[in-house]
Nanobody
Framework: QVQLVESGGDLVQPGGSLRLSCATS????????MNWYRQAPGKEREPVAS????????YYADSMKGRFTISRDNGKSTVYLQMNNLKPEDTAIYYC?????????WGQGAQVTVSS
């Protein structure tokens, strides 16, 4: 079955960096666009970044542009989110997401807390 497993969440000080990973299995990873979303306390889940199947195109939400970088390793069926210059407002649970056919799959989430 399809599985998405995030890792790399942590507590980090403002201005710090983290790299999230999402290891996948159960589908042909290299054929699908991969996405990161996040949900802050009391807020709706929002898109963060996405990357096409080949890695040739990426999308970022405006508030993440220039600070976050999405990448993928099709050989490892893993997608990454490098987050730099983190701000307290980046505190959220970060989710990996893929739509395989008509079915939407979410990981369990990784907690990122930005605080001094």
């Amino acid at each position: 079955q399809v599985q998405l497993v995030e890792s790399g969440g942590d507590l980090v000080q403002p201005g710090g960096s983290l790299r999230l990973s999402c290891a996948t299995s159960g589908f042909t990873f290299s054929r699908y666009t991969m996405n990161w979303y996040r949900q802050a306390p009391g807020k709706e889940r929002e898109p963060v970044a996405s990357i096409t199947s080949s890695g040739g195109s990426t999308y970022y939400a405006d508030s993440m542009k220039g600070r976050f970088t999405i990448s993928r390793d099709n050989g490892k069926s893993t997608v990454y989110l490098q987050m730099n210059n983190l701000k307290p407002e980046d505190t959220a649970i970060y989710y990996c997401y893929a739509r395989v056919g008509v079915t939407k799959y979410w990981g369990q989430g990784a907690q990122v807390t930005v605080s001094s």
